[in-house]
């Protein structure tokens, strides 16, 4: 009995040496990602215009969607579907 309690003991202590080291390997990837996708952002915003431009357009559209009051009764719809809420053809009572 004594011998199984030290096996379990040996084995939780190895479980736990592993997954630490584990968790340090994961958390080292996950900031070596982090980094190279800011790189790669960096570049293909500074070096190709067409992701410039679609981001620009993606950046105008978060804004603009972010703008959106909280309540969809204080929107004047005019004739617009649910869906042309996303296309901005809302307007604003204010």
Excluded: E
Aim: proline fraction near 3%; hydrophobic fraction near 60%; include cysteine.
């Amino acid at each position: 009995m004594l011998l199984i309690l030290v096996l379990l003991i040996l084995l939780l202590l190895f479980l736990s040496l592993l997954f630490r080291s584990l968790f340090r390997v994961l958390l080292f990837l996950s900031l070596l990602f982090r980094s190279l996708f800011r790189v790669l952002l960096i570049l293909s915003l500074r070096y190709c215009r067409w992701c410039s431009a679609a981001s620009g357009v993606l950046k105008h559209w978060f804004l603009h969607v972010s703008a959106f009051p909280a309540d969809p009764s204080s929107l004047d719809v005019i004739g617009a579907s649910p869906l042309d809420y996303t296309t901005g053809l809302v307007s604003f009572n204010r």
